[in-house]
């Protein structure tokens, strides 16, 4: 069974960073594509950046494309979303997701992902 947790969310100023990372167990990190969504109070979880199963592939929602950054260690089984220039509107809940063994592409899909951390919170604050 894959288990997926996070870690590095906190309170943060406008225009400050954090780093969340995504601790993966039961498979190793490169069997499958993974991906970062958040969900804000009263809306709906939404797609933030993916990565392929090789590493090689990123994606990124548009509002985030050049501020955030996601990576992988593979030697520590370990996602990262290194995350930049936050503003009020980034705070949400972040929770990183992993695809089905040999779903080797990232995905906008949330319905794709079958396995899911318990999610960190970020808040940035004016």
């Known amino acids: 069974q894959v288990q997926l947790v996070e870690s590095g969310g906190g309170l943060v100023q406008a225009g400050g960073s954090l780093r969340l990372s995504c601790a993966a167990s039961g498979r190793t990190s490169s069997s499958a594509a993974m991906g970062w969504f958040r969900q804000a109070p009263g809306k709906e979880r939404v797609f933030v950046a993916a990565m392929s199963a090789s590493g090689v592939s990123t994606t990124y929602q548009g509002s985030v494309q050049g501020r955030f950054t996601i990576s992988r260690d593979d030697a520590k089984n370990t996602m990262y979303l290194q995350m930049n220039s936050l503003k009020p509107e980034d705070t949400a809940v972040y929770y990183c997701?992993?695809?089905?063994?040999?779903?080797?592409?990232?995905?906008?899909?949330?319905?794709?992902?079958?396995?899911w951390g318990q999610g960190t919170q970020v808040t940035v604050s004016s």
């Open positions: 997701a992993a695809r089905g063994a040999g779903y080797l592409r990232g995905s906008y899909n949330r319905n794709e992902y079958p396995y």
